[in-house]
């Protein structure tokens, strides 16, 4: 594992590219070894259609220390997905006008893998706002991105995993609940990253070793611990769906075995701000199959480095597999996994299966 000091109280931005106790300085001088291997198991974009360009990223401004040591990886990850979820807040009213109807919006909006897996123009926007501040303040690292693409199976060296707004069928609806989550892996393995919840612009950051803090408009940071809850019976557990009707099936017969066992269950609609739940408390744990890298990468960190014990997918794998991704609170983490394994949902739910 690699570790570092303790970094609860990260700065927080107060404008573009501008940090209330300036730049975090990194505390190694050299980019880290890409053979240093990690587990999996531990933790062609589209040009918008619309005519609003995104801005020019941090023109003229200072950045933050772009270093290669964990606090300054940290930095630049809060900083990026800060400026995102700016460029997120200032453009829905634009996108949905006055009334906030989905109907303003049709141009905008289109569809992936399925009918009901919508992208729209904000979330290319939002993709491009951030590969352009990482190809400015990373040069050379490789970026996986939901909307913009690049190549699942090469996890080698460092990389950065982008999902632009995580939950945008709430985004779509106007529903509080979506994020940025942006992490940056060695090896296939998380070591920092940032999620930020749009709307309630609070942002959620860990490195590898050096826990986790959450930060509020305010900017006042807070360091994150999961619930020291000890039975499975008085957990509330979240957990999501997939797009596909298979999968969905699948899932929701799980969730009638499961639902008896626990306190209850929350379908919030964004795995990344439901990963840093379990790590603020606000759940118990997580669960979900068929998560893609950019729903976990940032999330999962946020939770392992708050105590959770974290499960998740290959580093190289995509969510049509149907991997399990499950986070728990320490005192539950035993106790979930048995019943996981005596239901059955340890096991992959496939795109395009159906319910035997």
Not at 41 to 64: E, H, I, K, Q, Y
Not at 154 to 174: K, Q
Not at 325 to 335: F, L
């Amino acid at each position: 594992m690699v570790t570092g000091a303790r970094y609860d109280a990260l700065p927080v931005r107060r404008g573009i590219g501008m940090w209330s106790d300036g730049p975090v300085s990194a505390t190694e001088s050299s980019r880290p070894s890409s053979d240093t291997q990690g587990s999996d198991t531990t933790s062609s974009g589209t040009t918008s259609s619309d005519t609003t360009n995104p801005p020019a990223p941090n023109d003229g401004v200072t950045p933050p220390d772009t270093g290669t040591g964990l606090p300054a990886l940290r930095a630049v990850a809060v900083e990026v997905a800060r400026e995102a979820a700016a460029h997120i807040r200032r453009r829905r009213p634009e996108i949905f006008a006055v009334s906030g109807t989905r109907d303003e919006a049709e141009s905008s909006v289109q569809t992936k893998s399925t009918r009901t897996d919508p992208v729209t123009v904000v979330d290319r926007e939002a993709e491009q706002v951030i590969r352009a501040r990482l190809e400015l303040l990373r040069p050379g690292d490789a970026i996986l991105g939901e909307e913009g693409g690049g190549d699942h199976a090469d996890a080698a060296g460092l990389r950065w995993v982008v999902d632009p707004i995580d939950g945008t069928v709430n985004f779509l609806y106007g529903i509080p609940a979506y994020s940025v989550s942006l992490a940056v892996q060695r090896d296939g393995v998380s070591i920092a990253g940032a999620v930020v919840d749009v709307v309630a612009d609070v942002t959620y950051s860990a490195a590898r070793g050096a826990g986790a803090s959450m930060t509020d408009a305010a900017g006042h940071s807070t360091p994150l611990r999961c619930n020291p809850i000890t039975a499975l019976a008085m957990a509330l557990v979240a957990t999501g769906f997939g797009y596909g009707a298979d999968r969905r099936r699948r899932q929701g017969e799980f969730v009638a075995r499961l639902l008896p066992r626990v306190r209850d269950i929350r379908r919030m609609g964004s795995a990344a701000l439901d990963l840093c739940m379990v790590a603020s408390g606000r759940v118990d744990a997580h669960y979900e199959h068929g998560l893609n890298p950019w729903d976990w990468a940032a999330g999962a960190l946020v939770a392992e480095e708050a105590g959770a014990r974290v499960r998740v997918p290959s580093a190289r794998s995509s969510g049509a597999a149907g991997d399990l991704t499950v986070a728990s609170a320490p005192g539950i983490a035993d106790e979930l996994d048995a019943t996981v394994a005596e239901l059955g949902l340890d096991e992959p739910i496939p795109e395009g299966v159906a319910a035997g």
